[in-house]
């Protein structure tokens, strides 16, 4: 079974920090791009960050200087380190795979089922 499983979510202070994995199962990561996405509660998905099968990096203009996207093809995973943390990060965030990061969203596949992250005082 092709799938993507994120973690590493949570509840943090504003200024802290998470590291969200999104680990491949069924198929290996090598050759597709992984994109993070996130929805927070009435809003629509949004794309954060993609890291290519060429480790080229994309970063949203309101995660630039606090994110940062990395791959480990030998662990078939993708992370995100999120430092800096604001309370409108708050959200549920997402990983799914494409062969390229320069497409919609919408056209990325094998999404998995989310993680939440809060930022909170």
């Known amino acids: 079974q092709v799938q993507l499983v994120e973690s590493g979510g949570g509840l943090v202070q504003p200024g802290g920090s998470l590291r969200l994995s999104c680990a491949a199962s069924?198929?290996?990561?090598?050759?597709?791009?992984i994109g993070w996405f996130r929805q927070a509660p009435g809003k629509e998905r949004e794309g954060v960050s993609c890291?290519?099968?060429?480790?080229?990096?994309t970063y949203a203009d309101s995660v630039k200087g606090r994110f940062t996207i990395s791959r480990d093809n030998a662990k078939n995973t993708v992370y995100l380190q999120m430092n800096r943390l604001k309370p409108e990060d708050t959200a549920v965030y997402y990983c799914?795979?494409?062969?390229?990061?320069?497409?919609?969203?919408?056209?990325?596949?094998?999404w998995g089922q989310g993680t939440q992250v809060t930022v909170s005082s």
């Open positions: 799914a795979a494409h062969s390229t990061c320069f497409v919609r969203p919408a056209d990325f596949g094998s």
């Open positions: 890291i290519s099968s060429r480790y080229v990096t």
């Open positions: 069924g198929f290996t990561l090598d050759y597709y791009a």
